[in-house]
């Protein structure tokens, strides 16, 4: 039992190490390495109605005369009602590996969006620390659509996107899931 015991922690520590591996590039990676962070926190706000709004963890930089928080690990946010709106989970520089986000009437999926690479143009740790300037983030995006008709949700479109962009070919579906047509972008 022991054994299998092992095996797991190993195999789940080498899949989570790939993980990080399969979104980083070396670039980013070498920039990464070279801060440390000074503090963290962890987010529970709740609506007026006590039913959970956030929850999630945020870290804190300092460099030279500036201070750089993140969200960072998983996020939850939910509906009023407590249903679950949007899980996120960020690197530690908050970017977004992966995104969903939930209906509120039923729980499906409507969208969903996962990080293929994520790279930096930065050429300083301050750069490195001011992302949205610095930063090249490829998804994989999936968007959900509801049929009336066919009383089901279906996948709509899929596709990559470069900082929001959409680049390459997207595919498009009809509401009994064949496909409609590729647009390239």
Known sequence: MKNYCLAFFVFLAALLNYSFAQHHTPNFKEFASQIEPTDSV??????????????????????????????????????????????????????????????????????????IKIDTKAKTIKDFLNPKKYFEILTYNKKYDYSFKECKWYLRCEGQMLNNTKIGTWKKYHKNGQLKKEVLH
């Open 42 to 115: 962890e987010i529970d706000i709740k609506y007026k109605n006590g039913v959970q709004k956030v929850q999630g963890k945020r870290i804190r930089y300092e460099y030279g005369n500036y201070v750089y928080e993140y969200s960072i690990g998983k996020w939850i946010e939910y509906y009023r009602n407590g249903n679950v709106a949007n899980e996120i989970e960020y690197d530690n520089f908050g970017n977004m590996l992966v995104y969903k986000w939930f209906s509120n009437d039923d729980g499906a999926l409507m969208f969903e969006s996962k990080s």
